[in-house]
């Protein structure tokens, strides 16, 4: 397992942008699969983009295509989101999975390891 430690969080304005980091120990990331999730109050766990450890290719859900990317840095066990555009239902907890494994993973049952989750407040 890997221990992964998210930051960045904040309180922001809408329209502004955002950039959250999550470090992982223990463990090469290069071998991981990556991911961010949020949660919302009252709401599930939902993806909102994820890396391939195999080739770093990337994924996002239709629903925040065009104003998020994700990033990582294997050689410094980091894995980025950026957040653009920002409107008040972006308000939630963001969390970072990672899970040994060359193939890209998209749902939360496929995770072991997560980060303790980063608060971000959207204002209007």
């Known amino acids: 397992q890997v221990q992964l430690v998210e930051s960045g969080g904040g309180l922001v304005q809408a329209g502004d942008s955002l950039n959250l980091s999550c470090v992982g120990t223990?463990?090469?990331?290069?071998?991981?699969?990556v991911a961010w999730f949020r949660q919302a109050p009252g709401q599930d766990r939902k993806l909102v983009a994820a890396?391939?450890?195999?080739?770093?290719?990337?994924y996002y859900p239709d629903s925040m295509k065009g104003r998020i990317t994700v990033s990582r840095d294997n050689a410094k066990n980091t894995v980025y989101l950026q957040i653009h555009s920002l409107k008040p239902e972006d308000t939630a907890i963001y969390y970072c999975?990672?899970?040994?494994?060359?193939?890209?993973?998209?749902?939360?049952?496929?995770?072991?390891?997560w980060g303790q989750g980063t608060q971000v407040t959207v204002s209007s």
């Open positions: 999975a990672a899970e040994p494994s060359w193939e890209p993973y998209y749902t939360r049952s496929d995770f072991g390891s």
């Open positions: 223990g463990r090469a990331f290069s071998s991981y699969a």
């Open positions: 890396s391939t450890g195999a080739d770093g290719s990337t």
